[in-house]
């Protein structure tokens, strides 16, 4: 499959500050898979170590912290010379050692000529403790799942190819624009999991790709159990189950007492933290003031909190299939929308997106491109109407405003209007 991140890869491997590189995602969002493609396409070999399954690799980090003496022993198990810049080393599940993740440190100060790249499962709980990493000296990317491009790519290349080639201004004829629709649709009920999109594109077999996020769920809940933090599971996994039921509230702002009756932030922001670091929830704070610098506005206590994969959220909420495909309506429609776009915009910007909700209406999301703020209505059919987005637009005059909806790619007045399936092309198109 293709993956964006491979060219954030290989920006690192070219770059002349390169320190080790640190993988950051949930389990089974395609962490391994792409440290081994990208060290079989860009480097001459690459050599793997899974602290969890190879147990004893652990004692070569725990008895010694010389790069040198590391690389040799590492290149004695694996049988294959490790040469600068020529092999990527590779350590999976690094959480599982302590004194492998704090020899990336070492791998910096006296062995930058080596590349490293590591991750692990629920890494960020674990990076969110300073003490636990080496600050600052180490890189970090985080691998989220596949946008909706990506999916394209591995289902229907032809329109891949046509997705890719449209620019700012261009016109999208109705038969694109219905089978980017129908993808859209597709997409929503997959999702972005590698596992679910492979088996999609090789099976088309609902029943199948049903199966395979039911286990993807079950299994993120059995971590909540085994996570090693003083943190209750048991709040964890209630947040976590309450995410459909937040969102579908006509005002999504979480709310404690929706987790549990009488429920306050001091039981649960613990929990929420947890899952926010292990980046199964995608946190969405609103904003005092749409200004520029957006994250001065932050109101810390009051925020939404979306799911990090829409195909996940949609097996979560129990939606029929056919209910996507068709015209039909419900309530939960427009939350599932926002999850999609959500998706599709982290990463585009450098600031992390937020929303704006004032006594007078609620803007969707505001998101910051360099000084400029955008803000931006997401719809999940073609209704026009939004007299919030309106107001917005007609007393803040925004150099951009951007609508998702169904209906086409036009420029209406100051807003410009963007099909849901472009979320992702939002910079391009506006």
């Not at 506005?297 to 949609?314: A, H, P, W």
């Amino acid at each position: 499959m293709r993956r964006n991140v491979v060219d954030d890869l290989v920006k690192w491997k070219n770059s002349k500050s390169r320190k080790p590189l640190v993988l950051k995602g949930v389990r089974q969002v395609g962490k391994t898979w792409l440290m081994k493609h990208f060290g079989k396409e860009f480097y001459q070999n690459y050599v793997y170590f899974n602290f969890d399954e190879d147990v004893e690799i652990r004692s070569i980090f725990e008895t010694s912290k010389d790069p040198q003496r590391i690389i040799q022993r590492l290149s004695m198990i694996s049988g294959q010379a490790i040469d600068p810049g020529k092999t990527l080393i590779i350590f999976d599940e690094i959480q599982e050692s302590s004194a492998a993740l704090n020899s990336l440190k070492y791998f910096n100060e006296k062995a930058n000529e080596y590349h490293v790249i590591a991750a692990g499962s629920l890494l960020g709980t674990l990076l969110a403790a300073p003490q636990s990493y080496p600050v600052g000296q180490v890189n970090f990317l985080e691998i989220q799942p596949m946008k909706f491009d990506e999916f394209l790519s591995a289902t229907d290349e032809n329109l891949y190819n046509f997705y890719c080639s449209v620019q700012k201004g261009d016109a999208v004829e109705n038969i694109f624009h219905s089978r980017l629709s129908e993808a859209y649709n597709i997409y929503l009920i997959v999702g972005g999991m590698p596992e679910c999109v492979a088996s999609w594109a090789e099976e088309n077999d609902p029943q199948a790709l049903e199966r395979i996020q039911k286990e993807l769920l079950t299994l993120y809940e059995n971590d909540f159990a085994k996570h090693n933090s003083k943190i209750n599971s048991g709040r964890i996994l209630m947040v976590f189950r309450s995410l459909v039921s937040q969102l579908a509230k006509q005002n999504e702002k979480f709310i404690y007492g929706a987790v549990k009756e009488s429920g306050r932030a001091r039981d649960f922001e613990a929990a929420i933290e947890w899952l926010v670091s292990a980046g199964i929830v995608n946190r969405v704070f609103n904003v005092s003031k749409a200004e520029h610098p957006l994250p001065a506005f932050d109101e810390l206590n009051c925020f939404k909190l979306f799911m990090f994969d829409t195909g996940l959220l949609k097996n979560m909420a129990g939606i029929d299939n056919l209910s996507l495909v068709t015209k039909s309506d419900f309530q939960f429609k427009g939350a599932l929308a926002e999850n999609y776009v959500l998706q599709q915009l982290r990463g585009v910007f450098d600031i992390e997106p937020r929303y704006f909700a004032t006594k007078s209406g609620e803007i969707d999301f505001i998101v910051q491109s360099g000084s400029e703020i955008i803000p931006i209505e997401v719809k999940a059919g073609e209704d026009r109407n939004s007299v919030s987005f309106k107001n917005y637009v007609k007393k803040y005059s925004p150099l951009h405003a951007v609508r998702f909806s169904r209906m086409g790619y036009l420029q209406n007045g100051g807003i410009t209007n963007i099909p849901l399936y472009f979320a992702g092309k939002i910079r391009e198109l506006m």
